[in-house]
């Protein structure tokens, strides 16, 4: 009797570990899904699936602001459906299915090439008037005069437009660094939505970029302010600033030889994001110059 009693009590243990178990695992599979998604954090991605239908066009928006996207199929072969660009303003955190094509002809082969760009879409208004009284909007970024992104003091450029050392290429190739010490207010040179921002990376790695923060433009573009010090951004993405709103602190984190700012203002290619020509209200050449490369 003893033994099967023990037996029985065994059994009952077993039966009542085992949800436990179950549910540890789903609590780190959790655990494992957020870390993920974190990851993925402000990315706009294409996945194409094979389906029994043919082929499903899916995007994910994993930024905090809506994006407009766009994909174009070129050079198409036995191909039905997606004859013409398709266009669509995706939400926040969400995934779309943009198009579905299928062959025209069973039992042949299908080709295309895919083109696919995005850019954030934000609130159309009025957009501040520039020094000389126009009014910005030229995605080139030249008809928009940019103020100073740091509260007050005057600072050293260190490089320029096609600095030698790192502004050389297209993603960095007219932006500009600015020595100063670490901790000196940054505030947003332009008025726009707070679109990424990173504020917890140490030292010199593991992101060339370090700490930054990525605001988005009406007209398309975006400006970026880099190597920020650790836990100083104040605005988070989906957040509206206006010109002077206080962003962070200057730092030297990332890829970085001593304590500066690196501003720079972008636009997308295609796919990527380019450095596109842009001004100050007040030159920098009000500034001390000590520019690698500058020209």
């Known amino acids: 009797m003893d033994r099967r009693l023990t037996a029985l009590i065994t059994c009952l243990t077993l039966a009542l570990a085992a949800p436990v178990a179950s549910q540890a695992a789903e609590s780190s599979a959790s655990s494992k899904v957020s870390a ?14 094979t389906a029994s239908e043919g082929r499903i066009f899916e995007v994910r928006n994993d930024f905090d602001v809506p994006v407009r996207v766009e994909l174009r199929l070129q050079r198409t072969v036995n191909v039905a459906g997606a004859e013409r660009p398709i266009r669509q303003v995706i939400e926040p955190r969400s995934t779309v299915q943009l198009a579905v094509i299928r062959k025209r002809q069973q039992g042949f082969p299908m080709h295309f090439d895919q083109s696919f760009s995005y850019s954030p879409q934000l609130p159309v208004g009025s ?42 290429t297209p993603k960095g190739r007219y932006a500009v660094d600015i020595a100063m ?36 433009h009406e007209d398309g573009s975006q400006s970026a302010y ?54 100050f209200v007040r030159p920098l050449a009000a500034l001390p110059n000590m520019a690698l490369g500058d020209r």
């Open 36 to 49: 993920k998604s974190q990851a993925r954090k402000g990315q706009v991605k294409l996945k194409v699936r």
């Open 127 to 168: 957009l501040p008037p520039t020094a000389d009284g126009t009014v910005g909007g030229n995605p080139s970024g030249l008809g928009y005069g940019y103020a100073w992104p740091w509260r007050q003091g005057v600072y050293y450029v260190t490089q320029g437009a096609g600095g030698d050392f790192s502004h050389n």
């Open 181 to 216: 010490p670490e901790g000196t207010p940054i505030a947003a040179a332009r008025a726009g939505t707070v679109i990424e921002v990173e504020n917890g990376q140490f030292g010199h790695g593991p992101s060339p970029s370090g700490n930054f923060v990525r605001i988005a």
């Open 226 to 279: 880099l190597h920020l010090r650790r836990g100083s951004v104040k605005v988070r993405p989906g957040e509206r600033v206006e010109v002077g709103t206080p962003l962070a602190e200057s730092g030297n984190t990332g890829r970085s030889t001593g304590p500066h700012l690196h501003f720079v203002v972008q636009a997308r290619e295609g796919g990527e994001l380019v450095s596109i020509p842009f001004r």
